[in-house]
């Protein structure tokens, strides 16, 4: 086993690593950047090295920097958390190099499965159902024409090293494709260095619901069951749950097949989720693969009471997998507090945290890196906190978020506590009756003069 673990990532997802760690007899290096001299996460490890200034290209990206307070410390790993560097070949490939083990895919398999279209001619080759459209890259646009005649429109064009939304565009007729081609590869070519672009089928009134899933060394591998990501904003998550609403025991049989077929076709070492398009005949096809922990693991995690990112640590280290194919008998729900004003487009909200009170009670799980007086820098992502709730049913879990949402006060700053408490009364939402456009027709109702 590991003897010290350096947590190559920020805020929440590095205190998450570190407690884990810190259970495990395992002990821990931070690392920060001047911004973040004050979060958590630096004063809940044992040692902390800062790593450059505030812009994550000079620290959170810096792979010289990470690799040397690796080696000023002696870790003899290191934990990407997500975002980051936690799905970069490169990264993986150098702690390689250095002796410090990578927990989390090899270089070899990020690559295989980070580029997208490489990763879906993967798994059709797995069998595992596809959207149907371009068989890799396509090379110009008169292609690009011939193959969404061929596939029927509308069409989804995607840049294949995309993420986020970055280098997207729905095609309804064939007039739009042209400009649509034009802005996806140029968009693409600023966000990621590559303007490869990739077509597939566009599926209507989509669920995203991913596979949780988990590998070994020995090529063995197990899912934890889904989660439902389909309340999206910009193809950012904001909210998710597990069971999925949507979800029936066939389909769930079908999609964990199809989902542990897929990782051990890869011979998949480590955590990742498996994800898929789901669509209203409950037809599932192959969207991406995420080689890394997820932001929402910890609804997996409290339906099934398995720590995912010791089950990662142990996987890392040689370590057989210990999970099983799992169905839930609990329901779990975790909403995204972001430091966001929804009443104003969501805009960033950076800035001091004046007061804050954390809700609490039975199911109800916090995850966040700050606290009053923490200062939020405009650095970074959003995102602040994690709230979790859990019970027997969706019903209970619902009610339960809503009061613990009642219970959140954050002061200082905007955040989208008020958003998703009235998430948790819209009607559709509470039905289960939502897509991944649901937020297309989502309006926040705006306070009263005595709020």
């Given at each position: 086993?590991?003897?010290?673990?350096?947590?190559?990532?920020?805020?929440?997802?590095?205190?998450r690593?570190?407690?884990t760690c810190?259970?495990?007899g395992?002990?821990?290096?931070a690392?920060?950047?001047?911004?973040?001299?004050?979060?958590?996460?630096?004063?809940?490890?044992?040692?902390?090295?800062?790593?450059?200034?505030?812009p994550?290209?000079?620290?959170?990206?810096?792979?010289?920097?990470?690799?040397?307070?690796?080696?000023?410390?002696?870790?003899?790993?290191?934990?990407?958390?997500?975002?980051?560097?936690?799905?970069?070949?490169?990264?993986?490939?150098?702690?390689?190099?250095h002796d410090?083990?990578?927990?989390?895919?090899?270089a070899?398999?990020?690559?295989?499965?980070?580029?997208?279209?490489?990763?879906k001619?993967?798994?059709?080759?797995?069998?595992v159902?596809?959207?149907?459209?371009?068989?890799?890259?396509?090379?110009?646009?008169?292609?690009?024409?011939k193959?969404?005649?061929?596939?029927?429109?509308?069409?989804?064009?995607?840049?294949?090293?995309?993420?986020?939304?970055?280098?997207?565009?729905?095609?309804?007729?064939?007039?739009?494709?042209?400009?649509?081609?034009?802005?996806?590869?140029?968009?693409?070519?600023?966000?990621?260095?590559?303007?490869?672009?990739?077509?597939?089928?566009?599926?209507?009134?989509?669920?995203?619901?991913?596979?949780?899933?988990?590998?070994?060394?020995?090529?063995?591998?197990?899912?934890?069951?889904?989660?439902?990501c389909?309340?999206?904003?910009?193809?950012?998550?904001?909210?998710?749950?597990?069971?999925?609403?949507?979800?029936?025991?066939?389909?769930?049989?079908?999609?964990?097949?199809?989902?542990?077929?897929?990782?051990?076709?890869?011979?998949?070492?480590?955590?990742?989720?498996?994800?898929?398009?789901?669509?209203?005949?409950?037809?599932?096809?192959?969207?991406?693969?995420n080689?890394?922990?997820?932001?929402?693991?910890?609804?997996?995690?409290?339906?099934?009471?398995?720590?995912l990112?010791?089950?990662?640590?142990?996987v890392?280290?040689?370590?057989?997998?210990?999970?099983?194919?799992?169905t839930?008998?609990?329901?779990?729900?975790?909403?995204r507090?972001?430091?966001?004003?929804?009443?104003?487009?969501?805009?960033?909200?950076?800035?001091?945290?004046?007061?804050?009170?954390?809700?609490?009670?039975?199911?109800?799980?916090?995850?966040?890196h700050?606290?009053?007086?923490?200062?939020?820098?405009?650095?970074?992502?959003?995102?602040?906190?994690?709230?979790?709730?859990?019970a027997q049913?969706?019903?209970?879990?619902?009610?339960?978020?809503?009061?613990a949402l009642?219970?959140?006060?954050?002061?200082?700053?905007?955040?989208?506590?008020?958003?998703h408490?009235?998430?948790?009364?819209?009607?559709?939402?509470?039905?289960?009756?939502?897509?991944?456009?649901?937020?297309?027709?989502f309006?926040?109702e705006?306070p009263?003069?005595?709020?």
């Amino acid at each position: 086993m590991f003897k010290k673990i350096l947590i190559a990532n920020r805020g929440e997802i590095a205190l998450r690593v570190i407690r884990t760690c810190k259970e495990m007899g395992i002990k821990t290096v931070a690392v920060y950047s001047t911004a973040d001299a004050e979060s958590l996460h630096v004063k809940f490890a044992d040692e902390a090295v800062c790593i450059g200034p505030a812009p994550s290209s000079d620290s959170y990206l810096k792979m010289s920097n990470i690799i040397a307070a690796a080696e000023i410390t002696n870790a003899d790993a290191i934990h990407p958390g997500y975002g980051f560097l936690s799905e970069n070949a490169k990264f993986s490939k150098i702690c390689e190099e250095h002796d410090i083990k990578f927990i989390g895919a090899s270089a070899d398999m990020i690559s295989k499965m980070g580029d997208k279209a490489t990763a879906k001619a993967t798994m059709k080759a797995a069998g595992v159902p596809c959207v149907p459209g371009s068989d890799g890259i396509i090379p110009d646009f008169e292609t690009c024409q011939k193959i969404a005649l061929e596939t029927g429109y509308p069409v989804m064009l995607k840049a294949t090293a995309g993420g986020g939304g970055k280098g997207m565009r729905a095609i309804w007729k064939e007039a739009d494709l042209k400009d649509a081609w034009e802005s996806a590869r140029k968009e693409a070519k600023a966000a990621f260095g590559n303007d490869g672009m990739y077509m597939e089928k566009l599926i209507e009134e989509p669920r995203h619901i991913e596979i949780q899933i988990v590998g070994d060394s020995t090529g063995k591998a197990c899912h934890l069951s889904e989660r439902d990501c389909s309340v999206q904003r910009r193809h950012q998550k904001l909210t998710e749950e597990v069971p999925s609403p949507f979800m029936t025991k066939k389909l769930r049989d079908e999609m964990g097949k199809a989902a542990v077929r897929a990782a051990e076709f890869i011979k998949y070492e480590g955590v990742g989720t498996i994800e898929f398009l789901v669509d209203k005949h409950r037809d599932f096809y192959f969207m991406e693969m995420n080689t890394r922990i997820q932001v929402e693991h910890p609804i997996t995690e409290q339906v099934i009471d398995f720590d995912l990112i010791r089950e990662q640590i142990l996987v890392a280290a040689g370590e057989p997998i210990t999970g099983k194919n799992y169905t839930p008998n609990l329901h779990a729900i975790e909403c995204r507090i972001n430091a966001e004003d929804p009443y104003h487009d969501f805009r960033p909200s950076p800035g001091r945290i004046t007061t804050l009170h954390a809700p609490g009670g039975h199911g109800v799980r916090l995850d966040t890196h700050v606290y009053a007086g923490y200062s939020i820098p405009p650095n970074y992502d959003s995102m602040i906190a994690k709230l979790i709730t859990t019970a027997q049913t969706r019903e209970e879990a619902i009610s339960k978020m809503k009061r613990a949402l009642d219970e959140f006060v954050i002061e200082g700053i905007k955040t989208t506590i008020p958003f998703h408490r009235q998430l948790m009364d819209h009607p559709d939402y509470v039905a289960g009756n939502y897509t991944t456009k649901f937020m297309e027709d989502f309006v926040m109702e705006q306070p009263s003069e005595e709020d």
